[in-house]
């Protein structure tokens, strides 16, 4: 049972660097998100989707891009990698908010940019 | 916009102690409060969802409650045990499910 899965779990960047980081789920979920969360701090959402080929942006998208082709997977995106994107990232997926249903965290990416 | 404040920011229990977390929240208009519970270095673990219609909900040893008119949600721990260490933290929930997380209460459970 392997809920929502996010590789990979460390990374060490340069400024300027690009790199994607990958979310999948196996539950079914149509709701995915991607959340940032600084040290000391709770998350901000940074981006979530709604179902395959739709995307919106949440509180702090600026310097991130995503993409959702199919339910399962809903990966992140960093194109110009800057020290202020040290953090942990985690991917989260739901069902809809009248279920009554949690959403389900990954483990987290913890991203350096150095 | 809405904004979710956790007090206290750190608790410091021993073994045994019932205790509460608080959660406030400024708009009202929510669909549900959530807890969750987070480990060093781990992700997240769901622990109790009211929804906004609802009053409280249990878990074994957790009980979370919320109102909605006042913008505020607890939740009780009883018999604290030291494997309740964990940061705990709040979110409301919005429309799509958005979550705005408040910055957790970093909770020690003395042995």
């Known amino acids: 049972n392997a809920g929502v899965t996010q590789t990979p779990k460390f990374r060490i960047l340069k400024i300027g660097q690009s790199m994607t980081l990958q979310c999948a789920q196996d539950?079914?979920?149509?709701?995915m998100y991607w959340y940032r969360q600084d040290p000391g701090m709770g998350l901000k959402l940074i981006y979530y989707?709604?179902?395959?080929?739709?995307?919106d942006k949440g509180e702090v998208p600026n310097g991130y891009n995503v993409s959702r082709s199919t339910t399962e997977d809903f990966p992140l995106r960093l194109e110009l990698a800057a020290p202020s994107q040290t953090s942990v990232y985690f991917c989260?997926?739901?069902?809809?908010?009248?279920?009554?249903?949690?959403?389900?965290f990954g483990d987290g990416t913890r991203l350096s940019i150095l | 916009k809405q904004e979710v404040t956790q007090i206290p920011a750190a608790l410091s229990v021993p073994e045994g102690e019932n205790l509460v977390l608080n959660c406030s929240f400024t708009?009202?208009?929510?669909?549900?409060l959530q807890w969750f519970r987070q480990d060093p270095g781990k992700g997240l673990t769901s622990l109790l969802l009211?929804?906004?219609?609802?009053r409280e909900q249990t878990s074994g040893r957790l009980n979370a409650s919320l109102d909605k008119s006042s913008g505020r949600s607890t939740l009780y721990i009883a018999a604290s045990q030291p494997g309740d260490s964990a940061t705990y933290l709040c979110?409301?929930?919005?429309?799509?499910?958005?979550?705005?997380f408040g910055t957790g209460t970093l909770l020690a459970v003395q042995p």
């Open positions: 989260a997926s739901s069902y809809s908010p009248y279920s009554n249903q949690p959403q389900h």
């Open positions: 539950m079914n979920h149509n709701y």
């Open positions: 989707s709604v179902g395959a080929g739709i995307t």
């Open positions: 708009d009202s208009a929510i669909y549900n």
């Open positions: 009211i929804q906004s219609s609802q």
């Open positions: 979110a409301a929930g919005g429309a799509t499910n958005k979550l705005i």
